[in-house]
Structures are given as structure tokens and as C-alpha cells.
């Protein structure tokens, strides 16, 4: 069974940077397009980042030019760098792997940013 572990998550003042880090199992991970969703409370869930199986990149532009994505694909592995944190950041953030009709999830992981 295809596993996303979500991790890095944690409660940070604005201004602040995060490190998210999703590890993938039982799944041929360079074949995936990863992203990084995110979900606030009595919000829908929204893309923050996507990266494709060739690097290429997506930002919304409520995150550009903060956030960041990258893949290691030795270490199976995707991660957000988070940057200049706002409290509007503040969400549970998931992990997506997807490839054709394939589409997995992770367990999310918090991010709080507050003074």
C-alpha cells in the first residue's frame, strides 16, 4: 500500500521558515508529479506548490517567492521550503503524489504561524 509521510510541521511566529518534508513508500516516486496542498480550518483544500517528474515548478501567488518545492528522488522524497511564514499560512499541509488515474495522500501536517 502507497504511503506519504508528511513531517516538519510545527507552531512558528510570522516572518519564520519551515521545512516540510514528505517521505513516499511502495511507489515508483520519479514516475509522480508531487505536490503540496494546504487546508484552513472552514476553508477549501488549495495547491501551494507542484513540482513534475522533469522539476518543473508551480506556485500560487499567495506563495511565490516564498515557498519552495524540490524532489530527491534517491530519497524518495518531497520538500516545501517555507519562507517569510503569515498567519494566513497557517493550514494542515499535504503531501500529493499523482500519475495518470493514481492520485495518493498524506495524513497532513500542521503549520501555525502566530506571534
Known amino acids: 500500500q502507497v504511503q506519504l509521510v508528511e513531517s516538519g510541521g510545527d507552531l512558528v511566529q510570522p516572518g519564520g521558515s519551515l521545512r516540510l518534508s514528505c517521505a513516499a513508500s511502495?511507489?515508483?516516486?520519479?514516475?509522480?508529479?508531487m505536490a503540496w496542498y494546504r487546508q484552513a480550518p472552514g476553508k477549501l483544500r488549495e495547491l501551494v506548490a507542484h513540482i513534475t517528474t522533469l522539476d518543473s515548478t508551480y506556485y500560487p501567488k499567495s506563495v511565490q517567492g516564498r515557498f519552495t518545492i524540490s524532489r530527491d528522488n534517491a530519497k524518495n522524497t518531497v520538500y516545501l521550503q517555507m519562507n517569510s511564514l503569515k498567519p494566513e499560512d497557517t493550514a494542515v499541509y499535504y503531501c500529493?503524489?499523482?500519475?495518470?488515474?493514481?492520485?495518493?495522500w498524506g495524513q497532513g501536517t500542521q503549520v501555525t504561524v502566530v506571534s
Open positions: 500529493n503524489a499523482q500519475m495518470g488515474r493514481d492520485d495518493y
Open positions: 511502495r511507489i515508483s516516486f520519479s514516475f509522480y508529479h
